[in-house]
Nanobody, 125 residues
């Protein structure tokens, strides 16, 4: 069993940066993929970024490429989403998720079966 704890959200101005954290209180992330999704107000939840814990390609949504980056700390079993140059359209509840997707489903919500509680990111002037 795995419980995910997210932190790092907040209210920031456009152009600012935030770093979200996702830690597991149960099993380690080894053997899994970790993903970030977000749900903007009034919209469906959407993919943001994903990466297999063992390494390899990091996948990003087109809307965040060049601004967001996925990183990890294996010693603390924590995944991070560094968000730079934030825009108002990045406002959403951000979720981390863990699963064992195949490559073709790594950006698909249904491939993930452990989810965090979500953290609110609001970008506004």
């Amino acid at each position: 069993q795995m419980q995910l704890v997210e932190s790092g959200g907040g209210l920031v101005q456009p152009g600012s940066s935030l770093r979200l954290s996702c830690a597991s209180t149960g099993n380690t992330f080894g053997g899994y993929a970790v993903a970030w999704f977000r749900q903007p107000p009034g919209k469906e939840r959407e993919f943001v970024a994903a990466r297999r814990w063992s390494g390899g390609t990091t996948y990003y949504a087109d809307s965040v490429k060049g601004r967001f980056s996925f990183s990890k700390d294996t010693s603390t079993n924590t995944a991070y989403l560094q968000m730079n140059n934030l825009k108002p359209e990045d406002t959403a509840v951000y979720y981390c998720a863990v699963g064992r997707p195949i490559t073709s489903t790594i950006m698909t919500q249904s491939a993930y079966y452990y989810w965090g509680q979500g953290t609110q990111v609001t970008v506004s002037s």
